[in-house]
């Protein structure tokens, strides 16, 4: 693999503060977040998010930033309303239970989600040119997207659960940001993920930030100023991506 599989600190970190502009909506059967810019635009972002899931506050300020950039994005629920509360969670929860199931959210579960939402913002929304957007847990479709026909570009933040396959099989540019500390994404396979991109022929970025854990662009304690830091500039490191390649 790429990446290691979700842990404990896949579920951990710190709510933000913050009042959300999208809207939750209906699209079929799944329930999305819609952040949309001020001007309209074929430009868009589908944001794949981490276990804490579309309704998670840092989740949907993210993607209020990424439309205020521009950008059209879309957040669907990929866990059919079953996210992992943040912290505090029931008694004896397991996250390897959670995610293996029954019901599961593994790939076969997840993907058709993924690949409704994408069919639907090529078709009746218009975009015309997506990005993929993938934290943690969301980061291993964000890649398998990065396809002729699917995604055009993408972006992912400590990512989890990325076969070494995935990464070797993109077909579009791909940017990364790592953590120091991320037994997920830990340096051998910063180092491992390297070596394929570098075979890969596609452009690619991977930005190692220091001072950091696993979840910093998303649950960061944004009270510290060089984990704030971090965070705000995984945000920028995004951007610019986007607005270089999309």
């Known amino acids: 693999m790429a990446s290691n599989p ?10 933000h503060e913050g009042e959300a502009k999208g809207q939750l ?11 949309r810019p001020e001007r309209s635009t074929k430009r868009s972002i589908l944001l794949l998010t981490d276990v804490i899931g579309h309704s998670f506050i840092n989740a949907q300020l993210i993607a209020d930033q990424l439309a205020a950039n521009g950008y059209l994005v879309v957040m669907p629920d990929l866990f059919h309303g079953d996210p992992v509360p943040l912290n505090n969670r029931p008694a004896g929860f397991d996250l390897m239970t959670w995610l293996k199931g029954p019901p599961g959210h593994l790939p076969d579960r997840v993907e058709p989600v993924v690949r409704a939402i994408l069919k639907e913002m ?9 990005g993929a957007v993938g934290y943690c847990f969301g980061a291993k479709y964000a890649v398998r997207l990065l396809q002729p026909g699917l995604c055009d570009v993408a972006y992912v933040a400590h990512p989890s659960f990325v076969d070494a396959e995935e990464l070797q099989a993109i077909k579009g540019p791909l940017s990364i940001a790592a953590a120091e500390t991320d037994s ?11 070596d394929i991109l570098a075979r890969t022929g596609q452009p690619y970025q991977i930005n190692l930030f220091s001072g950091v854990e696993h979840g910093f662009a998303v649950r960061a304690d944004i009270t510290k100023p060089t984990i704030r830091f971090a965070k705000e500039s995984a ?9 270089q390649y999309l």
């Not at 997920?184 to 390297?194: L, N």
Request: with cysteine; charged share 20%; proline share 4%.
């Open 122 to 130: 090529k078709s009746n929304m218009g975009c015309e040119r997506v």
């Open 6 to 15: 979700p842990a404990a600190c896949c579920a951990t970190g710190v709510k």
């Open 25 to 35: 909506q209906q699209i079929g059967d799944v329930e999305v977040y819609i952040s």
């Open 184 to 194: 997920i994404f830990p340096a051998s396979k910063r180092h491992e993920s390297e």
């Open 235 to 243: 945000f920028l490191q995004a951007v610019a991506w986007f607005d």
